[in-house]
């Protein structure tokens, strides 16, 4: 039998029995409305988690940290087998990104210093975290929505700002209730391709010569006055030529900063402590020479020079992690990664679906008992109808087709019934967390996520399942005997 | 139309089937077949032993009482049943050894039957019964259309294409179910108690365009029924059943005396 007569067939026995068949249709959608329901939920937590973990910068990132530090020495330093302990400088930098699999290291850079508007009173400064972003943070979540442009290049004179700070620098009042709103286009305009101008600590090389003071001393702000980032650069070179200097003095400086983009969050927020507002191209902000919790460890262990709190290595492929991780080890230093922590939870997230994707099958299995019934149902209602099929011709395959051809059907209706159904239901409930978290002062989130491959795979997992449902009638009907099914009544 | 090859018989079958020669005036013919049917411990010998045949355009009566096996060797002859032994052959081929694809094949193609009760689909108007058949024949749609009208204007419910068999009186139906058994133009007819249902007048009426498809299309018509007197005024032949058994047979000469 044709395909066509086949699907002419079983449609018109599906409309004369209408009401049954749409019932038992409907249970099936409300069976893969919870399948998809359930998944969708499931899937949206870890999609969730992945957003606000994997693209922070975290996974594929690795915290160098020297063992001479306070927490390496109670911990690490036990442990045998490993390089004594080194100290994180350049060289232990450059040797990082001798690694294969490594695509940049950065310093975690973090200063602090004040910022304020060109035209406002110094004392109208806003005082706060400066922080470093290397290139690849272009990737990060925080620019997927922003407003300005991301640096002109690493080592530009430019700065991002968090929208809050922004406000704080126009005098505006905090958003109370939520941090992370949007300037208005005017507020944006007054800040966007305006200097700011930012203060600041410099570490900055003595002379060799010079006798190692016990403390760092500040020289008169006055000489740092009119410096611009030029005269930067120069204490770079300065510093650099003269690290091994063991003393160092720290100077007020000031720059002339282009504000080129407003976030609302931080990115690549990583290890960083504290509240980081305004975030430099990492090559200039390593310029400027920045002071840092670290070189006070310089004053108290004279001889290692300018070394780094804290590196972080990023590898190409988070998969590498672990064993560029091992390397770092190897050489003496302390390392952290949250890949462990990510894998544990990636898995504990596919036992989660599974666990929801049972849950969600339950009711399909109920429903598709409801086909079953219904097609049994159908083959003694239509008894006579098969035997006068099969003596007019019908083969067995002809009667058993008609009848899959109707489960499925009912199965494909029920799918897309379903899987319409279960993302309303979706939508709904992600409406009514929101509507709560927002009264709770929390960000509205997206937990809710229904790719396509959930869409079509919910259909299709429909069809199939009622397929299996329709196998024990199908061959029930074409097993039937035309001669007892046309006996005389 | 209708190939198939001649299978083997399967081992298990006791006599073994000699390939069986009709002869070029002949239809089909019966040979030696055996159905019998359990019924709880009792076995009841429904066809036993029957040998009969038929020939090209031939109008044959099984005339029997209730029980005499003369249903169970239609449907027998229609390839709905299979014998326990014995054989069956048309068109050269044994339907007792046909795979049961080959035997919906033979009633697509070779068959057309018509019911004591009709058995036309309820829920199908006539011109869907009629179509019915040619559905599992897989003829060409545009094909349909003017077979069914043709097969449905033969039988005079031209006009009545759209109605249900609920909305026809016992004779339309009847004649509708004519046109469904026609319209994939089998060779051979298959009647069992076509008249059993309906009153003389539109009995008549239906032998009369069972007699005519007979005449005018050639068609072996073999009819099961127990009136002997509907078998003498239709029949060029009549078998006598009993207990599963040929008790005889005579040939009508005197068919359409009383017409």
């Known amino acids: 039998m044709k395909i066509y007569d086949m699907v ?20 099936i959608g409300v069976g893969v ?165 930012l203060r600041y600590a410099q570490r900055q090389a003595n002379d060799a010569a010079a006798t190692p003071p016990l403390a760092p001393s500040a020289k008169d702000s006055a000489k740092a006055a009119g410096s611009t ?113 990510s894998r544990g939870l990636q898995k504990a997230f596919v036992f989660l679906d599974l666990f929801l994707g049972v849950f969600g099958s339950l009711a399909l299995a109920v429903a598709s008992l409801g086909i079953v019934n219904t097609l049994v149902m159908a083959i003694l209602e239509r008894r006579r109808e098969i035997g006068i099929m099969k003596a007019l011709g019908a083969s067995d395959g002809d009667v058993k087709r008609i009848f899959f051809v109707e489960a499925g059907s009912m199965g494909a209706l029920g799918g897309s019934l379903g899987v319409a159904l279960g993302w309303m239901i979706g939508r709904v409930i992600n409406l009514g967390t929101n509507w709560y978290m927002i009264r709770q002062d929390l960000k509205p989130e997206n937990f809710w996520y229904v790719p396509m491959w959930l869409v079509i795979g919910g259909v299709a997992f429909s069809v199939f399942v009622s397929l299996f449902a329709g196998l024990y009638p199908a061959s029930r009907a074409a097993r039937l005997d035309p001669v007892q099914a046309l006996r005389h009544e | 139309m209708f190939d198939i090859g001649v299978k083997k018989p399967p081992a298990s079958e006791p006599d073994g089937h000699v390939p069986i020669k009709l002869h070029d005036s002949e239809a089909l013919r019966v040979v030696s077949l055996v159905r019998h049917y359990r019924m709880g411990k009792n076995t009841i010998p429904a066809v036993d032993g029957v040998s009969m045949a038929a020939n090209r355009g031939e109008f044959i009566a099984l005339l029997g009482t209730s029980g005499s096996g003369k249903s169970t060797l239609l449907n027998l002859i229609a390839g709905l049943d ?57 003829v060409r749609r545009r094909e349909r259309r003017s077979r069914v009208t043709e097969a449905l204007e033969r039988v005079g419910l031209g006009d009545r294409v759209k109605h249900r068999p609920s909305e026809l009186s016992g004779g339309e139906q009847q004649r509708a179910a004519l046109a469904r058994a026609l319209v994939n133009e089998p060779k051979i007819l298959l009647a069992d108690e076509p008249t059993g249902n309906l009153d003389s007048k539109t009995g008549t009426e239906i032998m009369g365009l069972i007699t005519d498809l007979n005449k005018s299309l050639d068609m072996t018509v073999i009819m099961v029924t127990h009136e002997r007197a509907l078998a003498d005024r239709y029949a060029d032949r009549m078998i006598f059943l009993g207990d599963g058994k040929v008790l005889g047979e005579t040939k009508n000469s005197a068919k359409g005396a009383r017409l």
């Open chain 1, 229 to 341: 980032r030029d005269s930067g650069k120069a204490a770079d070179d300065e510093d650099d030529s003269a690290d091994d200097a063991s003393s160092f003095s720290v100077v007020r400086r000031e720059v002339r900063l282009r504000i080129v983009g407003i976030v609302t969050s931080e990115p690549y927020r990583g290890m960083r402590q504290g509240r980081t507002s305004a975030l430099l191209p990492m090559d200039y902000a390593e310029s400027l020479n920045m002071m840092q919790p670290a070189d006070v460890s310089g004053i108290v262990r004279p001889g290692e020079g300018k070394t780094y709190m804290a590196l972080v290595v990023r590898v190409a492929k988070s998969r590498d992690v672990t064993r560029v991780e091992e390397a770092i080890k190897k050489e003496g230093y302390n390392t952290f990664s949250i890949v462990d922590a």
């Open chain 2, 82 to 138: 299979r014998p326990q032994s014995g054989a069956i052959v048309v068109d050269g081929h044994d339907l007792a050894t046909m795979t049961p694809e080959q035997l919906a094949q033979y009633r697509r193609h070779t068959v057309g039957m018509v019911f004591q009760s009709f058995n036309l689909v309820p829920t199908m108007t006539l011109y869907e019964n009629v179509e019915l058949p040619m559905r599992f024949a897989e």
């Open chain 1, 8 to 27: 002419e067939l079983a449609g018109r026995n599906l409309r004369e029995a209408v009401l049954r068949n749409s019932l038992t249709t409907l249970g």
């Open chain 1, 33 to 197: 409305a919870s399948l998809v329901a359930m998944l969708s939920l499931g899937l949206g937590l870890q999609k969730l988690f992945n957003r606000q973990l994997g693209r922070s910068g975290l996974f594929d990132s690795i915290y160098v940290t020297t063992r001479r530090d306070v927490r390496g020495t109670t911990t690490a330093q036990r442990e045998t087998g490993v390089a004594p302990a080194k100290v994180l400088d350049d060289t232990a930098r450059h040797s990082f990104e001798q690694i294969p699999e490594v695509a940049e290291v950065y310093p975690n850079l973090s200063a602090v210093g004040d910022f304020h508007l060109p035209g406002s009173k110094a004392e109208d400064a806003h005082f706060t975290v400066v922080g470093g972003l290397p290139p690849s943070s272009q990737g990060s979540e925080a620019f997927d929505d922003f407003q300005g442009t991301y640096f002109s290049s690493s080592d530009a004179a430019e700065v991002i700002i968090l929208a809050d700070f922004g406000r704080a620098l126009l005098g505006l009042p905090a958003e109370p209730r939520n941090s992370e709103v949007k300037l208005t286009k005017e507020q944006a305009d007054q800040l966007l391709d305006h200097d700011v101008i």
